[in-house]
């Protein structure tokens, strides 16, 4: 079963997860309130989520302890494979773990008093300073889809993803006020050789925005290039010191880590990057049908592949990351948007809180193939349940469609606007004086109105959320300008965007830099396929 089983890498992807903290310098000030209520335009940058609202949770301290307990005697009896890999079999053994095969038992506690050495709140520095983001605490980063290896494209063709494709979606993340993080693979460029587009990826990443972002995690010699990468763009010692790199270690659910993920999982925990270790769960085939079921085998797989990291190196950052999803008892395919997914994320988020760990879950997901009404209902169900998780890391949070498998241009617009209103759900309610506006009561009185009172007049501009995708005009109005749906909205403003777009400044020498690194290590290898 599991060598059978896709990852959430697999999925959607048949091949392949400086200093300062905050916005765009206009944190705080009238424009960026703006653009967090009109849901921005290109260069409105917000900065990552800090929110004031407090988690939703669904289990009592009986309810944790139980799962914690489970989980723990799963670590122990049923143990968790770590797969083709001697060396990472060895650290364990020498840890005190119980090795047979390619199995480990763990004694109790063993996994958690490793976990003391992992940070609960680290930063990932951006090239760009002001773009750095905090992954933990009261934190929220907002990333792009990753992994599809389609595209539903601006002419509505469904296609197989091309490195043009890669990097317009980094363009548009990197625009985007609500994205905060520029992601991975955000859809898997088909017409590069396997075994090189990493580099091409990797490259786009840093030189078409100036967001964090995600590294390759498909062979370690990958992973080994995207830190050699960063070294580059960063410099070897600041490297070494900080996290700029965050990347997506999947468990092959149920209960193995192989050889691939181990790698780079190694290679990242090394080099002092974050390694998020995620449980890819379809619940009913690679975890039991139940809730409690399945957040007790989540936890038991994080903690063995979270404490690993540790093992390889004291102190690497590292994430409590889960995926869950439902399928269909008749059919076997995935379902999103319903309500036991939510549960899991609920639950994994507070035991990833007991843990000290950051938490990655969720994101805009569907099954939806285009971006109709149930795109929209099942990605606003996960993405509200995310949010309110308490969730540190939301990768998938724009473009995704299909279960994974496309990445949608029109959907990522959709998307973004979405979590714009996300972010200011979670801003703090204003209790200033102008926030409890008691003059503009004063000043209308019983029985007449506010429209045209001082107050009102004063914030307008900056009371409420403005959609940047919704039409809520006249239906005179509407019909006068061409009775355009949603997605061809959507569609007209991802062409804008990517008419308007500029590349931010890149040093020439770093630049050089990477291109003739990249231009080696394509010629180091022939070009492979598969």
């Known amino acids: 079963m599991n060598q059978n089983v896709p990852t959430e890498q697999e999925v ?16 705080g000030g009238a424009s960026a309130r703006r653009a967090a209520r ?53 650290l364990w053994k020498e840890a005190g773990a119980e090795v047979k095969a390619d199995r480990v038992h763990f004694p109790k506690g063993l996994c958690r008093e490793l976990l003391k050495t ?26 792009p889809v990753y992994g599809p290896p389609f595209v539903r494209d601006l002419e509505g063709t469904r296609r197989y993803a091309t490195i043009e ?27 590069v050789p396997v075994n090189k587009r990493h580099l091409d990826m990797v490259y786009a990443h840093m030189r078409f925005s100036d967001k964090p972002f995600m590294g390759s995690v498909t062979a370690p010699d990958r992973a080994e290039d995207t830190v050699s990468m960063a070294r580059i763009l960063f410099g070897e010692k600041f490297v070494e010191e900080n996290t700029v790199v965050i990347n997506l270690i999947n468990a092959n659910s149920p209960m193995v880590f192989d050889e691939t993920m181990l790698g780079a999982a190694k290679v990242y925990a090394r080099a002092n990057q974050a ?19 399945t957040l007790t085998q989540v936890l038991a797989e994080v903690m063995a592949g979270a404490a690993f990291t540790q093992l390889v190196r004291p102190g690497a950052p590292v994430l409590f990351g889960t995926f869950a999803s439902s399928i269909s008892m008749q059919s076997g395919a ?44 099942e990605s606003a169900n996960t993405l509200n349940s995310t949010v309110l998780a308490g969730t540190n890391f939301v990768l998938h949070a724009a473009g995704w469609l299909e279960g994974g498998l496309a990445s949608s241009y029109e959907k990522f617009m959709m998307d973004i606007d979405q979590l714009g209103m996300q972010q200011r759900m979670c801003e703090p309610l204003d209790l200033s ?3 409890q506006a008691m003059d503009a009561i004063r000043e209308v009185g019983p029985g007449s109105h506010y429209l045209g009172c001082a107050h009102t007049q004063a914030n307008f501009q900056t009371a409420f959320y403005r959609s940047s995708i919704a039409d809520n005009n006249s239906y005179e109005q509407w019909s006068a300008e061409g009775e355009k749906a949603a997605n061809q909205r959507a569609n007209q403003l991802a062409r804008n965007w990517l008419d308007a777009y500029q590349a931010p400044a890149l040093d020439e020498g770093i630049d050089e830099a990477l291109n003739d690194f990249v231009a080696r290590r394509k010629e180091s290898m022939p070009d492979a396929f598969a």
């Open 12 to 27: 959607a992807a048949p091949s392949e997860g400086r200093r300062g903290r905050g916005g765009r310098g206009e944190r």
């Open 38 to 90: 009109s849901g921005g335009g290109p260069g409105q940058q917000l900065t990552y989520i800090r929110r004031s609202i407090k988690p939703y949770e669904v289990l009592d301290e009986e309810g944790l302890s139980l799962i914690e307990a489970n989980a723990d005697t799963i670590l122990e009896e049923v143990g968790i494979e770590f797969r083709d890999d001697p060396e990472a079999l060895k």
């Open 118 to 143: 992992a940070p609960s709140v680290f930063t990932q520095h951006a090239r760009n300073p002001e773009r750095s983001v905090q992954i933990g605490g009261d934190a929220t980063v907002f990333a």
């Open 165 to 191: 494709d890669f990097r317009n979606f980094v363009k548009l993340a990197y625009m985007a006020p609500s994205i905060h993080h520029s992601g991975g693979t955000v859809c898997e460029p088909v017409d």
């Open 275 to 293: 390694c998020i270790i995620t449980p890819f769960i379809l619940a009913g085939a690679m975890s039991p049908v139940t809730v409690a079921g």
């Open 334 to 377: 995935p379902t999103f948007g319903t309500p036991e997914p939510s549960l899991v994320s609920y639950g994994a988020a507070q035991l990833a809180r007991r843990l000290g760990l950051p938490f990655r879950t969720g994101g805009s997901l569907t099954g939806s193939k285009v971006p109709d009404a149930q795109a929209a209902y």
């Open 433 to 435: 004086e102008n926030g």
